[in-house]
């Protein structure tokens, strides 16, 4: 895909300085979902240019950590430059939940009801959260 439409051709000497020092950093693109072009002139249809010009770069290091980063190119408003959505998931080894349950719970009148009742509410977010 092209990351650059109308205008003047782009020259990439002007980019390779910046181009070795991503190399040398070992930094990854994210990638993006959404729309492709983070930048337009909003010039008539003859004169538009259209550019991606964001870029979230990570290391190894943020990948280990926070594998599940996305990045969303969201729509603009008002601007000719479009906003980006960074969901981070931080990954989380060290902690782990269990289940815990007493039996004696059973025993309680209102067992019953108070799990159907839990069970009923709404939850938003992450389905699993209904769980804890």
């Not at 072009?37 to 950590?65: H, I």
Request: glycine content about 6%.
């Amino acid at each position: 895909m092209e990351e650059k439409i109308g205008g003047m051709p782009y020259n990439m000497n002007k980019s390779l300085e910046f181009i070795s020092m991503i190399e040398a950093c070992g930094l990854i693109d994210l990638g993006y979902t959404g729309l492709p072009y983070t930048w337009c002139n909003q010039r008539n249809a003859q004169a538009r240019v259209w550019k991606r010009l964001d870029r979230s770069m990570v290391n190894d290091k943020w990948l280990e950590t926070m594998p599940q980063t996305t990045i969303e190119h969201l729509s603009s408003v008002g601007s000719d430059h479009k906003s980006s959505s960074i969901e981070m998931v931080r990954k989380n080894e060290d902690h782990i939940k269990y289940f815990k349950f007493l039996h004696c719970w059973v025993d309680n009148e209102s067992f019953i009801e108070t799990v159907q009742n839990c069970w009923k509410r709404e939850v938003t977010g992450n389905p699993m959260w209904k769980l804890h």
